[in-house]
């Protein structure tokens, strides 16, 4: 509770005098509403009974002079509520998300995409509610609270202590469902992210799931976990119910005894009409108090989830900046010169679950400039190797050096500028191509861009549409084959031009034409550059510097070509099986 409150506080402190006007005009607002009861009491005795008409005039000018004061402060409260909610919001929302960003590889893999979409808008729109109508309307509600005892009591003594002695009691009874409507709210805010997740995780793969008529059991997946959610809304439903039917039982048996009690005392001349008027009108306000302070109390549960929910992603851990962090001004001259490019692995053990390690006791050293393709078996770890090389994941046991330096040491974005990657399935970015090429990256020349492009042969194309570099894609704009996109990714890591460049599968997608020509440009950029090629396809592998084979979390052959053919089994059966499979292919056995 006390880091919840402690979370609030850090972000409600730079709007905490919209928050202070805010709570104020909630104060007089009550106080304001509270005293008209009052006048009414006044009335029926002065006027009515008293037949004093004199004052008529004056008792209801009063009364109207309170209730606008009553209005304003409650206009005030709904524009300073908007005021505050859109850039307190706003504050939570942009530290999210910028936190998101720099998460570690191992808490992005465990997200829900769609559960984190829910905690950003959802959830945190909760927070206002919590603060402005939970929290606030509780300190307007004990308000209107002690106001009524006041006045009850002075009324009468004994109209105020049955007040005091049966509000406790019925909040106490009522609080008796508070902790399990709780649970089982925090169970369905849970599903319900799950699912949205899901959700959109199938929407995404629409065209697959048509493809491989799985239609039916996706919509049938979709039905069971929906009717699994509202089953437990039903459950929830019930015992709020429950909840609120007895408290109403309740609260009607205390008024009656109210009624009962006043009626005695009116007889006994304890109480006149007006007190009388005014202590109902009291009564039920300490009710609808009461209704609400109950319904306040149960959303602030699901408040409180919703404010554990953020924190928890408040709480994941983020990437080091590693210690230059701290040190930046000095560092960043050094930082703008770029590393030569070598790349050494000393004895590193990795895994994702303990169970099974991806590697272990890995070694190899890669040359400045050297050109390196890596082979193995799908799942050996290669796209691993890629992750640990630009700190995706961190090592659990060795060291990997770059330029002699252990990557531990460097600065996480210093490391990553260093090294550019090419997945098989990189993102392509609904903006312009220019967004697409250079994204992330400062100003760069138009030329760079277009020379980029002929490296990997998609010049032609660009300069034949109407916008050019300007020319929209993604969602609404050009449709881009696969391979083209990939070929954008590629040109992407071209123009980044890092010392180190590491296509893993990068070229999979590709027609034999295009592969041909993003070889040569490798071939180019291999004078100055370091570059890790991960590929199937032997035409792309035999032309490396060396070949580095990847079998049971260790490095089985490191060598050139012919070399491995000879001392490599694992190499000399994967290089045969696939001259088999193409001779196979070519004498048109199988496509
Ligand atoms: N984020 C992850 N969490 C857990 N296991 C993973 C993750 N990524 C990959 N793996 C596992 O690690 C092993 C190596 O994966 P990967 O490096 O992708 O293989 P490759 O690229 O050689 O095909 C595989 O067994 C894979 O299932
Ligand atoms: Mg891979």
Redo the contacts with the bound molecule.
């Keep these: 509770m006390k880091e919840k409150i402690k979370f609030v506080l850090k972000f409600a402190k730079p709007h905490k005098w919209k928050f202070i006007i805010m709570l104020l005009s909630i104060i007089l607002a009550s106080i304001t509403l509270m005293i008209l009861p009052f006048i009414i009491g006044w009335l029926v005795d002065e006027v009515l009974n008293a037949q004093n008409m004199s004052r008529f005039i004056y008792i209801v000018r009063i009364y109207g002079a309170v209730y606008i004061f009553n209005q304003a402060m409650y206009t005030i409260v709904n524009i300073m509520e908007k005021v505050t909610s859109t850039t307190f919001l706003f504050d939570i929302r942009a530290e999210l998300y910028s936190r998101i960003l720099r998460f570690r590889g191992s808490c992005l893999?465990s997200m829900y995409s769609g559960d984190t979409i829910s905690r950003m808008g959802y959830d945190v729109d909760q927070i206002m509610t919590m603060i402005s109508i939970n929290l606030f309307g509780l300190v307007s509600n004990f308000i209107n609270m002690f106001i009524a005892l006041v006045f009850i009591y002075c009324a009468n003594i004994w109209m105020g202590v049955f007040t005091t002695v049966s509000t406790p009691v019925i909040i106490y009874v009522s609080r008796i469902f508070f902790g399990k409507a709780k649970s089982e709210n925090t169970r369905i805010i849970k599903r319900k992210g799950i699912l949205s997740s899901w959700t959109f995780e199938i929407l995404g793969g629409m065209q697959e799931i048509k493809l491989l008529h799985a239609s039916k059991q996706i919509l049938s997946e979709f039905l069971r976990r929906n009717i699994e959610i509202a089953r437990m809304s039903i459950g929830l439903n019930r015992i709020e119910v429950k909840a609120e039917r007895f408290n109403t039982g309740i609260l009607v048996l205390a008024q009656m005894c109210m009624f009962t009690i006043a009626a005695l005392l009116v007889k006994a001349n304890q109480l006149t009409i007006g007190g009388v008027t005014a202590c109902f009108a009291y009564y039920t306000n300490c009710i609808t108090t009461f209704n609400s302070i109950n319904s306040k109390i149960l959303s602030l549960s699901s408040n409180m989830v919703s404010c554990d929910r953020i924190m928890e992603l408040f709480d994941a851990p983020l990437e080091e900046e590693g210690p230059e962090h701290l040190n930046k001004h000095k560092i960043l001259k050094r930082n703008r010169e770029q590393i030569a490019g070598s790349i050494e692995l000393k004895n590193v053990s990795f895994y994702?679950?303990e169970e099974r390690n991806?590697f272990k006791d890995l070694s190899f050293r890669i040359n400045p400039c050297e050109k390196i393709a890596i082979v193995?078996n799908?799942?050996?770890?290669?796209?691993?190797l890629v992750n640990l090389l630009c700190r995706i994941y961190d090592v659990n046991d060795g060291n990997i050096f770059v330029d002699g330096k252990d990557i531990m040491e460097y600065d996480i974005k210093y490391l990553r500028e260093q090294i550019g990657v090419v997945h098989q399935n990189s993102v392509i970015y609904n903006g312009s191509i220019r967004f697409n090429l250079q994204f992330a990256w400062d100003k760069f020349q138009d030329d760079l861009l277009w020379e980029a492009l002929k490296m990997v042969d998609l010049y032609d194309f660009v300069n034949s549409l109407e916008d050019g570099l300007d020319t929209i894609v993604g969602t609404g704009g050009l449709y881009f084959s696969g391979g083209q996109k990939q070929r954008i990714v590629i040109a992407r890591a071209f123009v980044k031009n890092s010392p180190i460049m590491i296509f893993d599968e990068s070229t999979s997608a590709l027609d034999s034409e295009s592969e041909m020509t993003i070889k040569k440009s490798w071939e180019l950029l291999g004078k100055n550059h370091t570059l890790l090629i991960?590929a199937h396809r032997w035409s792309t592998i035999i032309n490396s510097d060396r070949i580095i084979v990847?079998e049971d979390g260790k490095a089985t052959g490191f060598g050139r070509h012919e070399e491995l053919l000879e001392t490599c089994g694992t190499y000399n059966k994967l290089f045969r099986e696939q001259v088999w499979y193409s001779n196979l292919s070519k004498s048109g056995e199988i496509i």
Excluded: L, Q
């Design positions: 893999a994702y679950n991806v193995g799908s799942g050996v770890g290669k796209s691993t991960i990847f």
